[in-house]
């Protein structure tokens, strides 16, 4: 990583306030001076109260700081939040423990200044854009260094390791934070210090990581040929979308599809030679349609410890069942599992993503059943109050894939707490970052225009809006986008 951290700590450095008297000086050194300085601080309360997002990534990263603070002898409690604005910021406690945000925070210093918490009672683990405050709250934050490909669970594995280098163990649920917040998705693979945790969960025996694996979701639980119709990522002429089509072409190569008990074959369980054989053929297929074969394969994450055929077992679909119990407002259910409960707590998680993909695909045909509307650089549609605006996001990416792949999409959905504003969710593909997409930017500023708040990342972000504040809100937008593809074109002259 970036440099190797230690944690040599006594109990008695945590009733020995003069260490911390100096912290602002570690945040001027450096990501490592500021996972130390944060750690030390945390190592000098008695109790915690972790304030975290609601998705894969702050679920595994409440996780591994609940985890790394408890065995170092802290109680802690924990809040989740669907996004920290002036309704839920009531949600933190106004009591004696210190406020730890993980996921969260960076861009809502103001509001957490406003809400009267002072910058001794208060630290901040995040990878969002960070706000400019008056208010110096203690802060590790990889965004500002350029780690841009690092997801909050991964910083917050930076900082357990610096609690005790023993928390090793911990580093599968980073790279389930990593993988769930789309930080592998661009380069096939986590890069950085993303990438280094997932090593350092191999050498720990937690992690298996597969450099050349098939880059296709659902490699651990679904059949092959459906795995292969679902996937977008490369798009395969007469296999995407087209389940018969990829039933067929794998048929054709001769390798048993079912195993002994007439049970379909997941990719995993097909052996070396079989996937080779597979990968080939699939790569010819694209090459016989000049597509290319860049994105084909990725380098994949799996946990040798779970059981075979879960969605526990590859980081992809676990963080995709954590997101399905915070989306449908059980983050607590899926921090349960984080901690090892595969007994009651896993079973109602399955049961949740059953429900989840079952909306998600209700949701998806309604947007392709009802088209979107599109301007020079955009294509939107408004939802209306039909789905709960904690899965539109969702739904717009795989949308995607099945629209005009060209352009950014976004999607409105009603807020039936509050009528007057408007949930947006962005998304956008690999493709249209490399030709300056930057959907962060984006909705920050136009949100911003129109007196709401946004964030997110280059590839996928939200915000919330006036009401009637939509047509204008989607106008400039399309002109932000406009001018951001205008800007990269200038570059590259």
């Excluded at 103001?110 to 918490?117: P, R, S, V, Y």
């Excluded at 969002?128 to 997801?151: A, E, F, M, R, T």
């Excluded at 911990?170 to 945790?197: F, H, K, S, Y």
């Excluded at 894939?401 to 949930?423: A, G, Y």
Aim: proline residues 4%.
């Amino acid at each position: 990583m970036e440099d190797r951290y230690f944690s040599t700590w006594s109990p008695d450095l945590r009733k020995n306030n003069l260490f911390f008297l100096n912290r602002p000086i570690y945040r001027m050194m450096g990501l490592s001076e500021d996972v130390r300085a944060v750690a030390w601080d945390l190592l000098s309360h008695e109790s915690v109260t972790i304030i975290s997002h609601i998705d894969a990534d702050g679920i595994t990263g409440e996780a591994i700081l609940s985890q790394a603070l408890s065995r170092a002898g802290i109680r802690t409690t924990s809040v989740f939040v669907r996004q920290l604005e002036p309704l839920t910021i009531r949600q933190v406690p106004k009591d004696e423990t210190f406020k730890l945000f993980c996921d969260l925070g960076a861009g809502q210093q103001n509001l957490i200044a406003e809400a009267g918490f002072r910058n001794d009672e208060v630290g901040i683990i995040d990878h969002h854009i960070s706000q400019p405050c008056d208010v110096d709250y203690l802060q590790v934050n990889c965004h500002p260094y350029g780690h841009v490909k690092l997801s909050a669970a991964g910083v917050a594995y930076l900082v357990a390791k610096e609690i005790d280098s023993g928390n090793t163990d911990l580093a599968p649920l980073a790279v389930i934070g990593n993988v769930g917040d789309m930080m592998a998705r661009e380069d096939c693979g986590l890069t950085g210090i993303a990438r280094e945790i997932a090593y350092e969960g191999s050498a720990h025996g937690s992690v298996e990581v597969r450099k050349y694996d098939l880059n296709c979701y659902g490699i651990s639980t679904r059949p092959l040929h459906i795995s292969l119709s679902y996937n977008d990522d490369p798009i395969i002429p007469g296999i995407s979308n087209n389940a018969r089509g990829a039933l067929r072409f794998l048929q054709k190569l001769g390798i048993p599809l079912q195993d002994n008990l007439q049970r379909w074959r997941v990719w995993e369980e097909f052996s070396c030679e079989e996937q080779r054989i597979i990968s080939s053929a699939l790569a010819q297929q694209l090459l016989a349609h000049t597509c290319s074969i860049t994105r084909l394969f990725c380098e994949s994450y799996l946990f040798p410890a779970e059981k075979a055929r879960t969605p526990l077992r590859n980081a992809q679909e676990y963080a995709t069942l954590l997101n399905a119990c915070g989306r449908w407002s059980r983050p607590k259910t899926g921090a349960q599992i984080c901690r090892g409960d595969r007994g009651s707590a896993y079973r109602e998680a399955e049961h949740m993503l059953t429900n989840h993909r079952t909306i998600i695909r209700e949701l998806l045909q309604f947007i392709l059943d009802t088209g979107v509307s599109e301007l020079s650089h955009l294509q939107f549609l408004h939802v209306g109050n039909r789905y709960p605006d904690t899965i539109v996001g969702i739904g717009a990416g795989m949308a995607l894939s099945k629209l005009n792949r060209e352009k950014p999409i976004l999607i409105m959905v009603e807020q039936p707490e509050d009528p007057s504003l408007t949930k947006v969710s962005l998304r956008a593909n690999e493709q249209m970052l490399s030709r300056g997409i930057d959907l962060q930017e984006a909705a920050t500023s136009a949100s911003e225009r129109f007196g709401g708040a946004g964030g997110g990342h280059r590839i996928a972000a939200g915000a919330f809006i006036p009401r009637e504040s939509e047509h204008e809100f989607i106008q400039y937008v399309n002109e932000l986008l406009a001018g951001q593809c205008t800007k990269e074109d200038a570059g590259h002259r």
